[in-house]
């Protein structure tokens, strides 16, 4: 297990497309992160789960952005009707509960134009 | 409501000298700080962790101080090397584990 893989890198797409990443854990870890990082910013959660739970969800998080986990493995996350506003980094990152550190895959950058 | 905060947003070092990093939280809940550091087109690599009751945790060239009553840490690197140039982010756990980041520090570290 060489750590979180984030899949695609990189995507462009026209706005109002609808666009989905996915996000490998580390294969023991019980929880999986969902942050975005925009540029000058750090990161910013937007959800997690715990298991195939998803137990919070950031006011950031609108109507159009959805994320699953339904084998308390993978992940997706679903952007609908993408808005400029949503170009950013977007993060997974997995822990096992309890531990401290939360360990980031490389990111699926997204440009919307 | 930025409840963690780094005010410096780089820093430039010599190398073999100290780096110190500073960060600020208003979030009296938190229980752990961590430190991660970002190169470009990478996501964040954990760096080095304190648990709230502690005031001091080192990890080689890394040395995390916490003050509780200023709401206040840092982060040393000594002696800084050119390798350590890339952003570091300050980061505060809460509940669920969910971490709250700063704005983060581009350090510099000149040969």
């Known amino acids: 297990d060489t750590g979180v893989s984030q899949d695609p890198r990189h995507k462009i797409t026209k706005r109002g497309q609808n666009v989905t990443f996915r996000c490998d854990p580390i294969?023991?870890?019980?929880?999986l992160y969902w942050y975005r990082q925009t540029l000058g910013q750090g990161p910013e959660f937007l959800t997690y789960f715990q298991n195939e739970a998803q137990l919070e969800k950031s006011r950031l998080l609108s109507d159009r952005f959805s994320a699953e986990r339904p084998k308390g493995s993978f992940s997706t996350l679903e952007i609908q009707r993408t808005e400029q506003g949503d170009s950013a980094m977007y993060l997974c990152?997995?822990?096992?509960?309890?531990?401290?550190?939360?360990?980031f895959g490389q990111g699926t950058r997204l440009t919307v134009v | 409501d930025q409840q963690v905060k780094q005010n410096s947003p780089s820093l430039s070092v010599q190398e073999g000298r100290i780096s110190i990093l500073n960060c600020d939280y208003t979030n009296s809940m938190f229980d752990y700080f961590l430190w991660y550091k970002k190169y470009p087109a990478e996501g964040p690599t954990f760096l080095i962790s304190?648990?709230?009751?502690?005031d001091k945790n080192e990890d080689g060239r890394f040395t995390v101080f916490l003050n509780k009553s200023a709401k206040h840490l840092s982060l040393h690197i000594v002696p800084s090397q050119p390798g350590d140039s890339a952003v570091y982010f300050c980061?505060?756990?809460?509940?669920?584990?969910?971490?709250?980041f700063g704005t983060g520090t581009r350090l510099a570290v000149r040969p």
């Open positions: 990152a997995s822990s096992f509960s309890g531990n401290t550190e939360a360990f």
């Open positions: 980061a505060a756990r809460s509940s669920g584990d969910k971490l709250t």
């Open positions: 294969s023991e870890h019980n929880r």
């Open positions: 304190i648990s709230s009751i502690k």
